[in-house]
C-alpha cells in the first residue's frame, strides 16, 4: 500500500512537470524546431542520466545485456512515436484539439493493455477514465471543427503514448529502473535527430544566436533535467508499483497543471467549462483510486 500511494504521488509530481513546462517548450520551439529540439533534450537528459550511472550506479553496468538494451530501445519507439505524430500533426490541426486527442490515450491505456497484457480494468478505473475524458473534452475543446489529417496524426501520438505508458509498466519490473531509463532517453533522442536531418532545419542547433536565445536556454535546461530524466526515471522506476491505467489518469492530470501554468505565467484566462473540465479530470483520477467494493459472503446456518 505504502508503495501504490508513493507511486501515485510521484507520477502526479511528473504530470505537474510536464504541465508547468508546456508554455516554456512553446515559446522554446518559436526559434528551434520541434524534433531538433527534443533531439538535444533527450541527449542532455541521456548524458546527465549517465553520469549518474557512472558515478553513483555503477554496479547496474553489470546487469546491461542485450535484453535491457532491446527493451529499452522499444519503449523509446513509443515514446517518440507519441511525441514526432503530435508535432508534425500540430502543423495540420489546433492545439485545443491536439490536447485532446493526445489526451485520448485515457481510454485507449485500458484497451490495449487488455489486448496486450490481458489486465482487466476495474469498475472504478473505468468510471474514472470515462469522467476523465469528459472533463478533457471540457478543458481543451473551444470548438467544434471537422476532422483533418492532422486529427489522424495526432490520434496516431495518442497511441504511441499508450502503447509507452504499457510497455513501460511491463519492462519496469524485469530490469534496472535507472538503465532501461538511460536507453529509452538516448533511443528519443538518435531518432529525432535523424528525423530532423530529413525533415527539419537541423542546422539552427549549431548557431550560436539560436542557442543563445533566453527561452531556448531555459527551456533546454529544466526540461532536459527536470521533464526528461527525473521524470522517465521516475515514470519507469514507480509504474511497476500501480496499472497501467491507473497511470494514464495520473497523466490526464498534465493539462490541468498546463491550464494553471499558463493562468499563472502567462495570464490566460480559463472558461467556466475549462475550469469543470479540470474538476473533471481530478475527479476521474479519484474514482480509480477508490477501494473496490467487497461482497459480504451470507454463511448459511447450520443446525447444531
Partial sequence: MK??????????????????????VQQAISFLEPLTFNGIRFFFAFLLLLVWLLLFER???????????????????????????????????????????TGLSVILVPVLSLIFLKHRPSMNAILGVLVATIGLYLLTMTGITSFNIGDGLVFFCAIGFALHIIFTGKFSASFP???????????????????AF??????????TEVLQQREVMVALIITSVFATALAFFAQTNFQKYTTPTRVALI???????????AFIWADERLSTSALFGCLLIFVGMIFAELPKKTRLSIKPKTLN
Avoid: R
Fill in 59 to 101: 554496479q547496474q553496468l553489470k546487469q546491461l545485456n542485450l535484453k535491457v538494451i532491446l527493451s529499452g530501445s522499444f519503449i523509446g519507439l513509443w515514446l517518440f512515436t507519441g511525441y514526432a505524430f503530435q508535432t508534425v500533426g500540430l502543423l495540420y490541426t489546433t492545439s485545443s484539439k491536439a490536447g485532446f486527442i
Fill in 3 to 24: 508503495h501504490k500511494v508513493g507511486a501515485d504521488a510521484s507520477l502526479l509530481l511528473v504530470a505537474l512537470i510536464w504541465g508547468a513546462t508546456f508554455v516554456i
Fill in 251 to 261: 497523466f490526464a492530470m498534465e493539462p490541468v497543471f498546463a491550464a494553471i501554468t
Fill in 198 to 207: 530529413f525533415y527539419e532545419n537541423w542546422q539552427l542547433a549549431f548557431q
Fill in 177 to 195: 529502473s535507472l538503465l532501461l531509463t538511460i536507453v529509452q532517453v538516448v533511443t528519443v533522442s538518435v531518432l529525432s535527430f535523424l528525423f
